[in-house]
């Protein structure tokens, strides 16, 4: 079955709105894994405009041996005030998994992935992903539809590929999926060719999930936040959970 993990961002923008501790990060983690999920995303930015380092930190305490962790970042973005970086998080709390993702803070949200074909990112790229490698941590890359030469990044230890799932969700909404459901298939194709596996994420919802789900075989993980934490203030948190894991299965 494919793994659901649960991103956390949005709690922590709430949170952060008021001050304080509430809603808690810990209490919010705690009630998915109880619901059933798989994992648990976080994206700390430098700018710590959501999750911050003291989250990520707490967030590993609890997750330990309970359920994948994945720590999504920009590897090439340093450390700033109390953010050490990517790297040196993940050397702290050993997470799972590693999401690659190439965005700044100028990007509200992530809306691009990495090009397997730019020999420039590749380079940068290669002696971080050996180091979370070395550390133990699986390391998946953000990339969009279409892209292909997946074999650059198995070449340079990249384990996953995460199709970056916001345009489909766009055309769904419009009502017109096909042709970006039909373009996320082959580019999961590819990358299964190549030797990686295959995770998704980006405004996937419980409206556009079945359809995305059926559509990609093998899909290994799927990372959902804003939808989610959105649908669960009418459906309950722990319900909103159940309810994906019903359509993944």
């Known amino acids: 079955m494919t793994l659901l993990s649960v991103n956390l961002n949005k709690i922590a923008v709430l949170r952060n709105s008021r ?3 509430e809603p808690s990060m810990i209490r919010a983690a705690q009630t998915c894994i109880e619901a059933g999920c798989g994992g648990i995303t976080v994206h700390p930015r430098p700018d710590q405009r959501h999750v911050r380092p003291d989250d990520v930190r707490a967030l590993a305490a609890l997750l330990r041996g309970r359920v994948e962790y994945n720590i999504e970042g920009n590897p090439f973005a340093g450390a700033r005030g109390t953010y050490p970086g990517l790297i040196e998080l ?6 799972t998994q590693v999401t690659l993702v ?3 803070d100028s990007q509200i949200t992530s809306d691009h992935g990495f090009d397997p074909q730019d020999q420039r990112d590749l380079d940068k790229l290669r002696p971080l992903v050996f180091k979370l490698r070395e550390l133990g941590c699986r390391v998946s890359v953000f990339v969009d539809a279409g892209s292909s030469a997946f074999e650059n990044l198995a070449a340079i230890g990249v384990q996953r590929i995460e199709i970056y799932t916001g345009p489909y969700a766009h055309a769904f909404a419009e009502g017109d999926a ?14 299964q060719q190549a030797g990686l596996a295959v995770n998704a994420g980006h405004d996937l919802s419980q409206a556009n999930l079945g359809a995305f789900h059926a559509a990609i ?4 993980e799927v990372s959902i936040g804003h939808a989610l934490i959105g649908e669960a203030l009418y459906e309950g948190l722990a319900n909103t959970v159940r309810n994906y894991l019903q359509i993944l299965r």
């Open 19 to 21: 001050g304080g501790d």
């Open 90 to 95: 993940a050397r702290e709390v050993k997470p």
């Open 217 to 220: 075989p093998g899909l290994a």
């Open 102 to 104: 190439p965005d700044s």
């Open 178 to 191: 096909h042709g970006m459901l039909e373009l996320c298939a082959e580019t999961a194709r590819r990358a």
